[in-house]
């Protein structure tokens, strides 16, 4: 069946320019997440939904990050202005149920952001 | 605060080499740890998810073990095609509970 698919799988942008980067969640997964990749590393949590619930913003660096999911689908991760240090492999990941605990995660192939 | 660290953090092995690889965690009450792993340039995989101490599970030539500090990701006879970056992430009771804390990772390169 299909997984979590993320697009685009690789972004080059200039700094200072806005980008959208989208995730498609396994079907019937009611709960997504948000990670980022830095080289050298671990994941690092960004944002969690879960069905119509107020999302968990907390672990966005800063207020140039934001994410919204529609239709309890689809979610878009937007970086405004980017820095350099927001280059990272942005990885999506869905379960079912709530919480992280207990259902495991699956994850997409990411996107690989290089800011210029 | 959680915490998750991974020892080694690179293993080299010969095909047919068993080792272990270890993950060390501090959490303030654990719901589940989790293995994954990660080949290049894609998404990690997921592999076992462990809840209390002494718990076991296995598949092929892995088997994952718990205790109240720390897991163990055994690897029996590994095949080349078993190298790839291990990751290990817990979810504790308090503070987020909604999200991964992951170790770095340990890289392992098996040689035929």
């Known amino acids: 069946g299909a997984g979590v698919s993320q697009s685009p799988s690789n972004k080059v942008t200039e700094k200072g320019k806005d980008v959208e980067l989208r995730c498609d969640p396994i079907?019937?997964?009611?709960?997504l997440y948000w990670y980022r990749q830095s080289l050298g590393q671990g994941l690092e949590f960004l944002i969690y939904?879960?069905?119509?619930?107020?999302?968990?913003k907390s672990g966005l660096p800063s207020d140039r990050f934001s994410a919204e999911r529609t239709g309890g689908s689809v979610s878009t991760l937007t970086i405004q202005r980017t820095q350099q240090e927001d280059s990272a492999v942005y990885l999506c990941?869905?379960?079912?149920?709530?919480?992280?605990?207990?259902?495991?995660?699956?994850f997409g192939d990411g996107t690989r952001l290089s800011i210029l | 605060e959680d915490q998750v660290t991974q020892s080694p953090e690179a293993l080299r092995l010969q095909e047919g080499e068993s080792s272990s690889l270890n993950c060390s965690y501090t959490?303030?009450?654990?719901?589940?740890l989790f293995w994954y792993r990660q080949d290049p340039g894609k998404g990690p995989e997921f592999l076992f998810t462990?809840?209390?101490a002494g718990e076991e599970k296995e598949k092929e030539r892995l088997k994952a073990t718990l205790t109240k500090k720390e897991s163990f990701l055994h690897i029996t006879a590994p095949k080349p095609e078993d190298s790839a970056t291990y990751l290990c992430?817990?979810?504790?009771?308090?503070?987020?509970?909604?999200?991964?804390?992951f170790g770095t990772g340990t890289l392992l390169a098996v040689q035929p």
């Open positions: 990941a869905s379960s079912t149920g709530q919480g992280a605990n207990n259902q495991p995660q699956h």
């Open positions: 079907s019937g997964h009611t709960a």
């Open positions: 939904f879960q069905g119509n619930s107020a999302p968990d």
């Open positions: 959490v303030s009450g654990l719901r589940g």
């Open positions: 462990l809840y209390s």
């Open positions: 992430a817990v979810v504790g009771r308090g503070g987020a509970t909604n999200k991964l804390i």
